[in-house]
Each structure stands twice: as C-alpha cells, then as structure tokens.
C-alpha cells in the first residue's frame, strides 16, 4: 500500500513475455543515435501443447480447465511471435547482430511447481551436450565477450 492506495504489480513476463524487443527500445532510447547491438536471448523454454480432433472437447471449460495451460500458451504465443519475426527482420540491419535462444521443453512444468527448478536443471544440462548451446557459447564469445574486453582496453 501507498498513501492509502494499493499497488497492482504484473510480472514482467505478461507484460513482455519475450523481453527482447523491450531491451532493444530501452537501449536505443537511452543512446538516441545508432549503435552496434550484440543481443543474447535466452528463454525458459516453451512447451507446445499439441491440439487435435483427439484431445479436444470444445467449449468454456475445456478453455479454462481442462487444458493444461493451453489457454495461457495461446495467448503468450502470438506476442511472442510477433516478436520473433520483428527481432529477425531488425537483425537484418548491419548494426544488430543476435541470438535467440529458447529451447522445446519436453514436458509441460508449471511454474509454481515445487519440482520446477530440478526438472529445468536437468534439462539444461541436457541441452548443454548439445550444438544449440555451443552456439550459444560461440556467439558469446565473438560479440558479446570480446565486444566487452575491447571496450575495458
């Protein structure tokens, strides 16, 4: 409460669920001229529950309910997207060099699952067995690290 009058917070994955776009306007709203953006995205994850005619069953409830989150994913999902293919048209620009990375969950894990952070871990480091995550690795270190060390001499 403040001065009597209560504060509504949202988490900032609703209101970016895909901060990278935000980022980019902050950066560029902070420099107003053009600079050279080596941007590095890393998701939780995203799970892609499968709807077809053998698991629907229609109607307010089943939207609501019965899905599992699917409802939630629908409506994440088109900003994200959006997002997505706004980020990869900048990215054409010279001065935007970046990385998305966001990798398929094989399961879906609610957030406020206790087992959330052991399932995720064990994930990560799965994944990090992977070329995805050398990648990821290899980028960091051509425009992120080496970015940062030239600018420290």
Same mark, same amino acid.
């Given at each position: 409460?403040?001065?009597?009058?209560?504060?509504?917070?949202?988490d900032?994955?609703?209101?970016?669920?895909?901060?990278?776009?935000?980022?980019l306007?902050?950066?560029?709203?902070?420099?107003?001229?053009?600079?050279?953006?080596?941007?590095?995205?890393?998701?939780?994850?995203?799970?892609?529950?499968?709807?077809?005619?053998?698991?629907?069953?229609?109607?307010? #409830?089943? $939207?609501?309910?019965?899905?599992? %989150?699917?409802?939630?994913? &629908? =409506?994440?999902?088109?900003?994200?997207?959006? +997002?997505?293919?706004?980020?990869?048209?900048?990215?054409?620009?010279?001065?935007?060099?970046?990385?998305?990375?966001?990798?398929?969950?094989?399961?879906?894990?609610?957030?406020?699952?206790?087992?959330?952070?052991?399932?995720?871990? #064990?994930? $990560?480091?799965?994944?990090?067995? %992977?070329?995805?995550?050398? &990648? =990821?690795?290899?980028?960091?270190?051509?425009? +992120?690290?080496?970015?940062?060390n030239?600018?420290?001499?």
């Amino acid at each position: 409460e403040r001065d009597g009058d209560d504060e509504t917070f949202i988490d900032g994955g609703v209101f970016a669920n895909d901060p990278e776009m935000a980022a980019l306007w902050a950066i560029r709203m902070q420099w107003k001229k053009p600079v050279n953006y080596h941007l590095i995205s890393i998701g939780t994850g995203c799970y892609n529950a499968k709807l077809s005619v053998d698991n629907w069953k229609g109607g307010y #409830k089943y $939207w609501l309910l019965d899905t599992n %989150g699917l409802l939630v994913n &629908v =409506l994440m999902d088109g900003p994200r997207s959006l +997002i997505e293919t706004v980020m990869n048209k900048l990215a054409t620009f010279d001065n935007i060099k970046r990385i998305k990375f966001n990798y398929q969950l094989k399961e879906s894990i609610e957030l406020d699952d206790p087992g959330f952070a052991a399932k995720f871990n #064990k994930e $990560w480091e799965i994944l990090k067995t %992977g070329d995805d995550y050398k &990648v =990821l690795v290899y980028f960091y270190k051509e425009h +992120i690290k080496k970015q940062r060390n030239s600018s420290e001499q």
